[in-house]
């Protein structure tokens, strides 16, 4: 299944608290039950102002539709080509 990288555009976001994270990270994982399986939260980085989210979903709509039920931004979101790291250049 296709991973997505997931821009959300959140001004103060490396700010948020841990319990405003702990916060976040529930109504994501409530959202996630009701769309069922086929969509998995991989991991997300906090930047001073971003959060950005790595996905695995069939479609960008299903990402979509998980950030409208949410009430996250989700300002850019790119299906991920491949993947590397440093053992690509072995």
């Known amino acids: 299944m296709p991973k997505f990288v997931i821009e959300r555009e959140i001004p103060g976001a490396g700010n948020l608290s841990a319990d405003d994270l702990h916060g976040i990270s529930q109504k994501s994982c409530g959202v996630l039950c009701e769309l069922g399986p086929q969509i998995q939260?991989?991991?997300?980085?906090?930047?001073a102002d971003k959060i950005y989210c790595i996905y695995i979903a069939p479609d960008e709509e299903t990402v979509?539709?998980?950030?409208?039920?949410?009430?996250?931004?989700?300002?850019?979101i790119a299906k991920v080509a491949t993947v590397i790291?440093?053992?690509?250049?072995?």
């Open 64 to 76: 979509r539709k998980h950030a409208e039920m949410g009430g996250f931004p989700a300002n850019s």
């Open 85 to 90: 790291d440093p053992t690509t250049a072995e």
């Open 41 to 47: 939260w991989v991991q997300s980085f906090v930047t």
